[in-house]
């Protein structure tokens, strides 16, 4: 009996976390909170596993205005798509995914879009131009801590499963003892 409860013990340590996490966002491109200063046409989001293809994420600008997003692409944890026309100001990208283990996943992340704002658009040279469309955005990415109410939800699981096991063994041993 103790050689169980020992197996038992030792294969929640080593397996449990593992079973019970759903995925999250690992990073962002454009990250949470951060502000873009040059223009943005690509936005990268890297989950923590492979999520399915029918994931998608918009994007809401000042007043709820949606932008439109393009060519929405998944390949095994990363999520593209391509943006136009976004002016200066504060949106928040809504996420909704399918992780690997099958449950849907929803987030969302905010940034802010503060470009260089021209006195006279006429008076731009091509020359100008041409820099500002072949300078690459920042990069900035954070980790985003995912889904972090059911990891500790699973923790504390956990830690009561295991003071239950250590009662039962407790309990088992006195009374071999007698």
Not at 42 to 55: A, D, G, P, V, Y
Not at 70 to 79: E, N, Y
Not at 103 to 114: K, M
Not at 121 to 131: G, S
Request: aromatic content about 8%; overall charge negative; hydrophobic content about 40%.
């Amino acid at each position: 009996m103790k050689k169980i409860l020992s197996l038992i013990a030792i294969c929640l340590f080593l397996f449990g976390g593992k079973a019970f996490a759903h995925t999250g966002l690992e990073s962002s491109n454009p990250s949470d909170g951060s502000t873009i200063t040059d223009p943005i046409e690509e936005i990268t989001l890297t989950f923590l596993t492979k999520i399915e293809q029918t994931s998608s994420f918009k994007i809401k600008g000042t007043n709820n205005k949606e932008i439109p997003v393009k060519d929405i692409v998944v390949v095994d944890d990363l999520m593209t798509g391509t943006v136009e026309g976004m002016d200066n100001g504060e949106y928040t990208l809504t996420w909704n995914i399918i992780g690997a283990d099958g449950h849907p996943i929803q987030g969302d992340l905010s940034f802010t879009v503060n470009l260089p704002v021209v006195e006279n658009p006429a008076e731009i040279t091509e020359e100008a131009k041409t820099d500002v469309e072949e300078a690459a955005p920042i990069v900035e990415t954070n980790e985003v801590e995912s889904d972090s109410s059911s990891n500790g939800f699973f923790t504390w699981m956990i830690i009561g499963l295991v003071i239950v096991l250590a009662a039962s063994f407790w309990v088992i041993n006195g009374r071999n003892k007698k």
